[in-house]
């Protein structure tokens, strides 16, 4: 079973910025995509931003400038750097990891617990 373990959320004024971090809990054979979705109180869960093998990434419109997602292969770890924090930025943040987790396997989806994030004003 594969677990991902999410930290740096927290609260922060208005401008501020926050780097998240979400690692894989075991060895894995192979990754293809890698981001992170958020889900505001009442609202669905969006894409935040994504990465995939190549290093090709993907923001939503609202990121766009402000957040950048990077990604560490070798240490099967995915980051996320947020400036200039908006309070419409709060929200509880997922990692997820498409991955195999051996030769064999088939291509799964692995998400984290969350991380909240809170901006103030």
């Known amino acids: 079973q594969v677990q991902l373990v999410e930290s740096g959320g927290g609260f922060v004024q208005a401008g501020g910025s926050l780097r998240l971090s979400c690692a894989a809990s075991?060895?894995?054979?192979?990754?293809?995509?890698m981001g992170w979705y958020r889900q505001a109180p009442g609202k669905q869960r969006d894409l935040v931003a994504t990465?995939?093998?190549?290093?090709?990434?993907n923001y939503a419109d609202s990121v766009k400038g402000r957040f950048t997602v990077t990604r560490d292969n070798a240490k099967n770890t995915v980051y996320l750097q947020m400036n200039s924090l908006k309070p419409e930025d709060t929200a509880l943040y997922f990692c997820?990891?498409?991955?195999?987790?051996?030769?064999?396997?088939?291509?799964?989806?692995?998400w984290g617990q969350g991380t909240q994030v809170t901006v103030s004003s």
């Open positions: 997820y990891i498409n991955a195999k987790t051996t030769y064999g396997s088939y291509w799964a989806n692995y």
């Open positions: 075991r060895s894995l054979f192979s990754i293809a995509a």
């Open positions: 990465i995939d093998s190549s290093g090709h990434t």
